[in-house]
């Protein structure tokens, strides 16, 4: 049986994760999308993880893109 701090603290975790996922998809939707005119707007306009990450997967998409 868990306590109910246990199932609170799961919940706040799943919380988190969801939040950080949304905004790291709307932060590469919008760099995809062209929505700031230059990159620097879209490191501006969007949290330091959600930029990290879309760079991570522009440059892995590059980097494939490279090789074939």
């Known amino acids: ?4 701090i246990e199932i609170w603290l ?9 939040c950080v996922k949304k905004l790291v998809r709307e932060g590469y939707g919008d ?3 062209q929505k700031q005119k230059t990159r620097i707007l879209w490191i501006l306009n969007h949290k330091s ?3 990290t990450t879309g760079n991570q997967i522009f440059w892995s998409h590059e980097t494939q ?4």
């Open 31 to 33: 760099r995809v999308n």
């Open 65 to 68: 893109e490279a090789i074939k």
């Open 1 to 4: 049986m868990r306590f109910s």
């Open 49 to 51: 993880q959600a930029v």
């Open 10 to 18: 799961m919940n706040m975790q799943k919380e988190m994760v969801d």
